[in-house]
Every structure is written in C-alpha cells, then in structure tokens.
C-alpha cells in the first residue's frame, strides 16, 4: 500500500486553503541553516562511537588469555612461600617446646626470648609451682637423678620467673646441702658469661613445735632474713609428714595454746589458721604430677585448695 504524504493544506472559515511548507522545502530555500538534530539521535550516535572505540580487539583479548596461566602461577607461588613461613616459625615453635625440652634453657640468650616473649603483665604465669616429683633412695643412681631432675625444674623455674618452687617426693628429703650445691654449681656454669648469677634457697619445712609464741618468732625471723636477702627461687623440699601430720600437729599446738590461755578461743579465725599454715609455704597456683595415676602424696591440703592441677 503506497504511504500517504502528510496534508499539508490549511482551510480557512472562508473556505480558501494555503498550502503549508515543509521543513525540506524549508532548508531548501535557507542552505545556510543547518538542520537541528535531536537529543536522542545524538546520544545514540555518541554512544555507538564510544562502544565501538572502546571495544578491546581480538588481539588484546587474546593476550589476556594468555596471561591468565601466568596469574595463576604467580598467585599460587606466594601462597606457596607464605605457608612455607608459616610452616618454618611453626616447626621452630614445635622445636623449642618439644625437641629441647630436656635440655632447655640452652643459653641465656634463649631466657632473655622467653622473658621477652612472656612479658610481665602475664595474668596465668605462676609465682609458686608445685611439683610432685616421686624418689625411691634405694640407690645413689636414682638419688643423683632425682637430684638431676629437681636442678633442671630449677632452671626451668629461675628462666620463667617463677619464685618459688615447692618439690614433693615420697620419701624423707635428704642431702640437702647437696642439691643445693648442684643447683648453684649448675646456674653458675649455665650464667657464667653473665653479670649476675641468680640467688637459689633450697630448705626443708621446720618441725611444727607446741608453742605458737615460738611459731611467731621463727616466723618473724624468717621473714626479717627474707627480707635482708632476696632470693631469686626459692626452693622448698616436701616429705610426708608435711602433709596431713603437719596439719594436724597445728591443729593440736593451736588446741594447746588456747587450754593455756596463750590465745583466746575467739582469736581463731579462718585468716588466723591461714597465715599460720601458710607462714612457711605460700599456697602454689600451679601443680604438676610426674607420676602415671593423679596422686596427690600427701601434698599439704591446706595450700592446694585453689590450686590449679
């Protein structure tokens, strides 16, 4: 069907028509004007150059495959080399706490990282450890490897910064003045590079006596020597009888203190009984078991009620 042209005729009332001229009739007549384009064409214009500049070639997408294997493998190195750091400051933690733990502290050099890396604001890192170290005498071999054992969990104790360590046997302590001199003969072989050599006590719990006024004096006088000199660890060496007999025998001296009218009934309090069982031994935050079964050996009862097992 052949498209109508656009009338282009105009009617008046009075019945006399005038054709209208057309925008192309126009231009025709005025070269000089330029047409006016739309918006919209223009937009549309502009934009299809635009896509059409800005569409990569087959060439450069080309190029971009090729490269993405080269990505890939360089992304998969450093993940490679940053788990091997990993791994390697893993494995040299794994050593320390593992492989040389028989041997720790190997040099000064090794206690001066571990105090720089437990700090002091440690909340958890005890100032008393508590061990349960079981020794049979029936030997000089065993008693010299107890003694062994006991001169490392001094190193041990001396390189964290503990203050006191309290060691449980199941038999009398003896030989004292010997592990004493091995203690000190093995931190002044290990600090002898070292300005200062750390102070060691080693002692055993003194007899309970019958007479509380004699208890407070030891205790002043232990405390005063306390006091004119420090000690870096204090070493306490624990038998049976400072279990359960020890308790008791407060028990009874307290008990005769009050029939003799040395102390009033109502001066025995719970902080009272406190500070008079804990004057010789503080009540230790951590305990260590070396043995197969949990058992305790008459370890004084008193002081482990909120200790950590």
Not at 65 to 80: Q, S, W
Not at 123 to 135: D, E, F, G, R
Not at 237 to 264: F, M, P, S, T, Y
Not at 285 to 303: A, G, N, Q, T
Request: glycine share 2%; aromatic share 6%; net charge negative.
């Amino acid at each position: 069907m052949p498209s109508q042209e656009p009338d282009t005729t105009l009617r008046n009332r009075s019945g006399l028509s005038k054709t209208l001229r057309t925008p192309a009739d126009l231009a025709a007549d005025h070269p000089e004007i330029e047409p006016v384009v739309s918006s919209s064409t223009a937009s549309g214009s502009t934009h299809k150059g635009v896509s059409s500049s800005a569409s990569p070639s087959v060439a450069s997408r080309i190029f971009h495959i090729l490269l993405k294997p080269f990505y890939f493998i360089l992304f998969a190195l450093l993940h490679i080399l940053h788990e091997l750091a990993i791994s390697l400051r893993s494995m040299k933690t794994y050593a320390q706490v593992f492989v040389m733990a028989h041997k720790f502290p190997t040099s000064p050099g090794v206690v001066r990282v571990l105090k720089k890396d437990l700090g002091t604001d440690l909340t958890k890192k005890p100032n008393h450890l508590a061990v349960i170290l079981p020794a049979a005498s029936t030997s000089d071999e065993e008693e010299e490897e107890w003694h062994s054992r006991v001169s490392q969990l001094a190193q041990w104790s001396v390189a964290s910064g503990i203050k006191c360590l309290s060691v449980m046997r199941t038999d009398d302590p003896e030989f004292l003045e010997l592990l004493k001199e091995r203690i000190d003969y093995e931190l002044k072989e290990f600090y002898k590079e070292e300005k200062v050599i750390p102070e060691v006590r080693v002692r055993a719990l003194r007899p309970v006596e019958n007479s509380l006024d004699f208890t407070a004096s030891k205790e002043s006088k232990v405390s005063s020597a306390q006091q004119a000199r420090p000690y870096d660890l204090d070493v306490v060496i624990l038998a049976e009888a400072d279990g359960h007999d020890r308790l008791a025998a407060n028990v009874r001296a307290l008990g005769e203190a009050a029939l003799h009218k040395e102390i009033q009934s109502e001066d025995i309090t719970m902080d009272f009984l406190d500070r008079q069982l804990s004057s010789e031994l503080s009540e230790p935050e951590l305990l260590i078991v070396f043995k197969d079964d949990l058992d305790l050996s008459s370890y004084p009862p008193w002081h482990i009620r909120l200790t950590e097992i």
